[in-house]
């Protein structure tokens, strides 16, 4: 299987725990992007990467939220000190130039 | 500040009618839209994208139609068969300062036999 992978599928912690997931893109795309989603809600832009370098983060992301991208392959979102509203899909996508991103499975995070 | 907007949560069609989901943005920056589709339990699949330099684009049962003047755009599916029953998102990205993408919040189209 060739596609995005993520890992874990699902998770579960308790508030003010650390989590940590991991996303493994199409193996010749430049560009990695995190994705938070909620029910009823489309993909919410989090950062994205080009190659090694964050390019871009959301101005929304509190600085709980840290992701890295280490030598350009795969990708890892850290959220700190997690909090009930951080309960979501966290989406991983890649793409190389400007076409159609190719999202991975998604990583469904619950926050009791 | 919603820049993407879907405002039909829903839709149903026919089998075999035509499909037409619609998406208007705000950001005159936006050049580069693409539409997805997504079914549950599963990451969003790209579909069909289109330029600002064009108005149509097609892939098979999919167009995609470009109203800049208006920031509309919609996605045409002829004919709808129930396999297209799926939510569907529309994005779009202004790629001269950034690759970062704006969706929307989805419309949950319903193809009925």
């Known amino acids: 299987d060739t596609g995005v992978s993520q890992n874990p599928r699902h998770k579960i912690t308790k508030r003010g725990q650390n989590v940590t997931f991991r996303c493994d893109p199409i193996?010749?795309?430049?560009?990695l992007y995190w994705y938070r989603q909620t029910l009823g809600q489309g993909p919410e832009f989090l950062t994205y990467f080009q190659n090694e370098a964050q390019l871009e983060k959301s101005r929304l992301l509190s600085d709980r939220f840290s992701a890295e991208r280490p030598k350009g392959s795969f990708s890892t979102l850290e959220i700190q000190r997690t909090e009930q509203g951080d309960s979501a899909m966290y989406l991983c996508a890649s793409n190389y130039g400007t076409g159609g991103q190719f999202f991975g499975p998604g990583t469904r995070l619950t926050v009791l | 500040d919603q820049q993407v907007k879907q405002n039909s949560p829903s839709l149903s069609v026919q089998e075999g009618r035509i499909s037409i989901l619609n998406c208007d943005y705000t950001n005159s920056m936006f050049d580069y839209f693409l539409w997805y589709k997504k079914y549950p339990a599963e990451g969003p699949t790209f579909l069909i994208s289109i330029s600002s330099i064009k108005d149509k684009n097609e892939d098979g049962r999919f167009t995609v139609f470009l109203n800049k003047s208006a920031k509309h755009l919609s996605l045409h599916i002829v004919p709808s068969q129930p396999g297209d029953s799926a939510v569907y998102f529309c994005?779009?990205?202004?790629?001269?300062?950034?690759?970062?993408?704006?969706f929307g919040t989805g419309t949950r189209l319903k193809v009925l036999a």
């Open positions: 193996s010749e795309h430049n560009r």
């Open positions: 994005a779009a990205s202004a790629t001269s300062g950034t690759y970062k993408y704006i």
